[in-house]
Structure formats: C-alpha cells, structure tokens
C-alpha cells in the first residue's frame, strides 16, 4: 500500500526563493518546513488509487473550468488547463511561496535586524503550525501569485480530497468533479477579470502595511476581542477582532472581496452540479454538516483562526450570488467584475437589493 502524498505522480512545489524572505514579516521559509514536520499523513490507498486520483483531479480541473465558463460567460478564449495535483507539504511549500510573493509589498517599520529576525522567526513559527492545522483540510487552492512565472497556480491537495471523500462516503468521480468547479471558477475570476489580481495584492499591502498594529496596541484590546469573541454571533476570528479603527476598515475591503470570491464560487457549483455532479444533493448535504462539526478542540481552533468565520462567508457570499443572479440574471451580475467601485461592500453582502441600485 502507498500513502497518496508520497505518490510520485503528485507535482511537488518549488521551495520559497530565499531571497524573497529578506526584510518579509514572516518566514516563510521557515514556516513550510515547520508546517512539513507537524502535518499528519494522508490516508493509505493503493499506488493504482493514487495514480487515478491525481489523474482524475488534474483533468477534471480543465473540465470544471470549461463548465464554469458556459454558466457565466467569462473568460472565453482563455486556455483550459490543467490543475498541479499535490501532497500536503507541497501544499504547504506552494502556499508560503505565494504568500511570501503577496507579502513582498508590505511597508514596515525599520527595526533592527537582529530584531526582525528573531520576529520573522518567530511568526514563521507560527504560521507553520496553522499551516499545518489546515494543511489536512484545504481541499484545493488557486493562488494567483504561485506557479514559476508568478501568475498563478491552481492546486488540488489529493490526499485531502481522498480523506474528505471517503469521511463523506460518496462516489470519488463526483466528489473530484465538485471541488474541481468550485477552485476552477476562483481561477477563472482571476485570470477572467484582469484587474483583480492587482487588487487584491495592493489591498493586503496596504493591510499589513499600517504601523499601528504595535504589540502594545494588540495587548490593549485582547481582553475586549476575548469577550467579543465569546459573545459574537458572527463567527469572527479573534484575528479580525484585535484589529485596530485603520485595519479594520482595510480588513472590510478584503473580507468584502473574500466573501464575494467564496460565495460565487459555492453559487458556480451548486448551479452547474447537477447537470455533471449527480450526487450533487448528497454531496452538499454531508459537506456542509462536516463544515460544521469537529470537536471541542478543532472547534476552537478554527474560532481562533477565523476558519467559522470563513465558513459564514460561504452562505454570505453565496446568498448574495444567488439573489442578485435571481433578480437580474447572471450577464448584469458579472457588472460586479467592472472595477473595484462595483464590488460590493461588506455592508451590502446581506443586502443584495442596495448593491443592485447602485451599481445595475
């Protein structure tokens, strides 16, 4: 029997260019290599499982794609291409590569080296470890900043969709098929909107780039994020809730964007799925309950790492999709991808009917 990560068919992922990592805020270098130790391993299947999963998912990937498109009508022309089908710790390489790309950018205050050292060092840690926690749950990625050229890439995680699959007791054709629509359709808003790249790495630039994110500042309203947190009804991370006035209204624009990106993908898939899903219904159904359960301690986790909150911009961005392709069909809809002034506002994501007087 052979691990599905260790199946040679599998693309490993170039490691982090070193010299990206000079002056970065975090280590992404070193946070692959922790996030590599502290993953647990992929379910064992067979070598002939692993080669038709990896085989599966890249074609599907294509296919997705292809559908995607006919249902919105963007992105005609552009190529149909493949997915790179990956382990975990490749995953993890691939993900802190793009990260330290999109981070690249950041204005920070000048420190000493010694000092940003030991900082980078230490939040490399960090970052590792939640790499790790996710690492045995992403179930694919379109990163627009991977892939050797930097224009991005799209990843499947085999042995998380194996996992996943067999936890949901359905069939693995229609299980690939499924992930593959909703990841293809997030790298068709990219490289179908040509400004949105862009976009999305000047706002977290911007994001990170703001000084009055001090450790003194964050000291000061962890008691409050704590109790907001134990309070909240909203599913907010305890990262979101220690920003400051400045960050927050940043931390909007991107949750904004975010919440879009997710819920029309969730919208892309559960509209295509029946006619090439046919256990789409099944499927659905079980996905969302796992997207709720896990125990106490992975409960918290995620709570810690906003991954609940991430799990509420599913049905937030999905339900705003849903009502304003209703109301006005999907060719007005896509006026959302004009420009950054048609993107909906974080206000305006549960309030589809203000968004389509402003801007249809």
């Given amino acids: 029997m052979a691990k599905v990560s260790s199946e040679p068919l599998i693309v490993p992922s170039e490691p982090a260019d070193q010299d990206i990592q000079r002056g970065l805020p975090v280590d992404w270098a070193l946070a692959a290599r922790t996030a590599s130790k502290l993953m647990a391993p992929g379910p064992t299947v067979s070598r002939a499982e692993a080669q038709r999963t990896v085989e599966l998912l890249r074609n599907d990937a294509a296919t997705a794609e292809g559908h995607v498109r006919d249902l919105t009508g963007l992105g005609a022309g552009l190529p149909l291409l493949p997915a790179d089908v990956v382990d975990r710790p490749s995953w993890a390489v691939a993900a802190t590569s793009g990260m330290a790309v999109l981070t690249s950018g950041a204005r920070l205050p000048a420190v000493p080296n010694l000092a940003r050292r030991f900082t980078s060092g230490t939040a490399g840690l960090q970052a590792g470890a939640v790499l790790a926690y996710l690492g045995s749950r992403v179930l694919g990625q379109y990163d627009p900043f991977g892939g050797a050229d930097g224009q991005g890439k799209l990843l499947l995680v085999a042995p998380n969709v194996v996992a ?125 309950a796992r997207r709720r359960g896990g125990g106490l301690l992975d409960r918290i986790l995620r709570a810690v790492l906003g991954v609940e909150a991430k799990v509420r911009q599913y049905a937030v961005g999905s339900a705003f999709t849903n009502a304003v392709v209703s109301e006005v069909g999907m060719e007005r809809f896509n006026q959302v991808w004009t420009s950054p002034e048609t993107l909906p506002t974080r206000a305006e994501l549960p309030d589809a009917p203000a968004w389509i007087r402003r801007v249809t």
């Fill in 164 to 288: 996943a699959q067999q936890v949901l007791d359905v069939s693995l054709d229609d299980f690939a098929m499924w992930v593959c629509l909703h990841e293809a359709t997030h790298r068709l808003q990219f490289t179908a909107v040509p400004w949105l790249r862009d976009y999305f790495a000047e706002q977290v630039t911007d994001f990170l780039s703001v000084n009055e994110q001090t450790a003194a500042g964050i000291l000061e309203r962890l008691p409050d994020a704590i109790s907001s947190m134990r309070g909240s009804k909203d599913g907010l991370g305890l990262i979101e809730l220690l920003q400051g006035p400045e960050q927050r209204l940043m931390l909007d624009r991107l949750l904004a964007l975010t919440t879009l990106l997710e819920g029309h993908a969730d919208h892309v898939m559960d509209a295509v799925g029946p006619t090439v899903v046919p256990s789409v219904s099944t499927i659905r159904a079980r996905f969302s």
